[in-house]
């Protein structure tokens, strides 16, 4: 997949989070581009309406842990009931600022989660990371 064309999905219900993370991605140049939602809920809601749409789907999810409603891993149970065509075009990583080692842990073992990233994100970070899955 080219470089020039790459969706990412943040999830976080944190305003703050959100507008410092989409800025950090516009400005590495990695996606080109960045679909935000406030909550597990809309991201759901969003690819539930997209789930047979793959080109409308993003290439990547960035997932929060600490949310109301519905966390990062509700969020993973209902994902994980989604087709595969889904699974494999959406990888999931999660960012959070989290500190619970029980979270960590979870997050690590969960194998829809190809990794665990610390706030705030790093390009480099995020990009080699995003070289191991796509081709760049």
Known sequence: MSSKYRKVMLIDDNDIDLKIN??????????????LCQSAEEALSYLNK??????AL???????IQM??????????VFKK????????????????????GDIKKAE???LVIK????????????ELLK???IF
């Open 68 to 77: 109301p409603e519905m966390d990062g891993f509700e969020f993973l149970d």
């Open 50 to 55: 997209h789930v047979d749409q793959v080109d």
């Open 82 to 101: 989604f087709p595969a065509s889904v699974a494999e075009k959406c990888l999931i990583a999660i960012l959070s600022s989290t500190l619970d080692f």
């Open 109 to 111: 073992a969960n194998p």
């Open 132 to 134: 191991r899955y796509f």
């Open 116 to 127: 665990l990233l610390k706030k705030p994100l790093f390009p480099k970070e995020l990009e």
């Open 58 to 64: 993003p290439d990547f999810i960035l997932l929060d």
């Open 22 to 35: 989409s800025k950090i991605i516009t400005l590495s140049g990695l996606f080109s581009e960045i679909m």
